[in-house]
T-cell receptor
């Protein structure tokens, strides 16, 4: 097992900028889910990608977008950053949307928006 | 409207005693529940899960109980150890989309030596 990895570990941006966060899924897992965890709260579902297509979205605006690649890597892009986007961003992989509970989370990327 | 609630933000117990963490949910469509443990600067680590067709699942020191009629689940840790000190999250899923979990806000457990 290679585990789930994320990069970068920490990131500081200013309001209005754009950011790209990266995730490398567990080997063999073709589903990736992204979560936002604000301070003092539980993770909130942003969206899920399965076979390079968005497959479910939480209550996040369109400026949150993603990409998934055939090599089990994926990206979360956030445009027009706002102060409230400051959070820990987590990705998790699973085998398919209907199988494999979220047992494998990455360590997260801490985003600070100034 | 928060569908998964952990009403105790913190819990402190003595080493060797039982820790009981509680979680309530409102959506009866949830059919799978998970508990995670999280240390600072790390992602959540899966601990134990339970299907809605069961009322108990045990794994070593960890036992999860599910009361469907009350829409309540609890995690028991026996005996508690100082290394168990962390934030614990419960999460609920529909198996039709296992990647979309609804999390509670967590309970910080402190186990005192």
């Amino acid at each position: 097992e290679t585990g789930v990895t994320q990069s970068p570990t920490h990131l500081i941006k200013t309001r209005g900028q754009q950011v790209t966060l990266r995730c490398s899924s567990q080997s063999g897992h073709n589903t990736v889910s992204w979560y936002q965890q604000a301070l003092g709260q539980g993770p909130q579902f942003i969206f899920q990608y399965y076979r390079e297509e968005e497959n479910g979205r939480g209550n996040f605006p369109p400026r949150f977008s993603g990409l998934q690649f055939p090599n089990y890597s994926s990206e979360l892009n956030v445009n027009a950053l706002e102060l409230d986007d400051s959070a820990l961003y987590l990705c998790a992989s699973s085998q398919t949307p209907g199988q494999g509970l979220l047992k494998f989370f990455g360590p997260g990327t801490r985003l600070t928006v100034l | 409207d928060q569908q998964v609630k952990q009403n105790s933000p913190s819990l402190s117990v003595q080493e060797g005693r039982i820790s009981i963490l509680n979680c309530d949910y409102t959506n009866s469509m949830f059919d799978y529940f998970l508990w995670y443990k999280k240390y600072p600067a790390e992602g959540p680590t899966f601990l134990i899960s339970i299907s809605s067709i069961k009322d108990k699942n045990e794994d070593g020191r960890f036992t999860v109980f599910l009361n469907k009629s009350a829409k309540h689940l609890s995690l028991h840790i026996v005996p508690s150890q100082p290394g168990d000190s962390a934030v614990y999250f419960c999460a609920a899923n529909s198996l039709s989309n296992a990647g979309k979990s609804t999390f509670g806000d967590g309970t910080t457990l402190t186990v005192k030596p």
